[in-house]
């Protein structure tokens, strides 16, 4: 079965400092993948998506994120967090049996501190 | 400007009463689905329709149902057999057909049932 892990619940890190925020997925084909952030009391906003190609993919404010097929891993990434940054991300995997279904991990609280 | 309506933001209901949760969306999609939220569980499927007039269930539709009379249209409705109500639901929607299309997701409405 299709599965997504993010092993950190949430992770605090300093203004200015930079960022990685894990996810390894589980899928027996190329798989479709996502990172979602959600403010407190809204709904998910799409970073950034990967399907094929280059690896190393860019996404808005400034993030960005790297399959390896062979860590089964999509890593989200980011030089120097700010304070709005501050939120509930997700990784998810996408999967076309039957219609387009996205399976998210349980996702990763980020503090920023001052 | 396009998006998801969810509404309404809170709703409060007491034990042993069905509820309707609505989802508007004015993007064009085929594709709407329902999702729950739960703190530390991610997002869990519901519902999800890829067409007018039709739905399937997702992965935990027990004590849920729904209807997709219009395109843009997608209620949910909580009823009395769902055990555990209390939650934050998400309505998404996506362009049916486009292969790894990602979620646009509404603003949610907290549900909460005593």
């Known amino acids: 079965a299709q599965s997504v892990t993010q092993p950190d619940i949430h992770i605090t890190v300093s203004e200015g400092a930079s960022l990685e925020l894990r996810c390894n997925y589980s899928?027996?084909?190329?798989?479709?993948l996502f990172w979602y952030v959600q403010s407190p009391g809204q709904g998910l906003q799409l970073l950034l998506k990967?399907?094929?190609?280059?690896?190393l993919v860019q996404g808005i404010k400034g993030f960005e994120a790297e399959f390896k097929r062979s860590q089964s891993s999509f890593n989200l990434r980011k030089p120097s967090v700010h304070w709005s940054d501050a939120a509930e991300y997700f990784c998810?995997?996408?999967?076309?049996?039957?219609?387009?279904?996205?399976?998210f991990g349980a996702g990763t609280r980020l503090f920023v501190k001052a | 400007d396009g998006g998801i309506t969810q509404s309404p933001k809170y709703l409060f209901r007491k034990e042993g009463q069905n509820v309707t949760l609505s989802c508007e969306q004015n993007?064009?999609?085929?594709?709407m689905y329902w999702y729950r939220q739960d703190p530390g569980q991610g997002l869990r499927l519901i519902y999800y329709?890829?067409?007018?007039?039709?739905?399937q269930k997702g992965d935990i539709a027990e004590g849920y149902s729904v209807s997709r009379e219009k395109k843009e249209s997608f209620p949910l409705t909580v009823t009395s057999a769902q055990k555990n109500p209390t939650a934050f639901y998400l309505c998404?929607?996506?362009?049916?057909?486009?292969?790894?299309?990602?979620?646009?997701f509404g603003n949610g409405t907290r549900l909460t049932v005593t």
């Open positions: 329709s890829q067409i007018v007039n039709d739905f």
């Open positions: 998404a929607s996506s362009m049916e057909g486009v292969l790894g299309s990602p979620l646009h």
């Open positions: 998810a995997v996408g999967r076309n049996t039957g219609g387009f279904k996205t399976i």
């Open positions: 990967y399907f094929s190609g280059d690896t």
């Open positions: 899928y027996g084909a190329t798989p479709y």
């Open positions: 993007l064009n999609h085929d594709a």
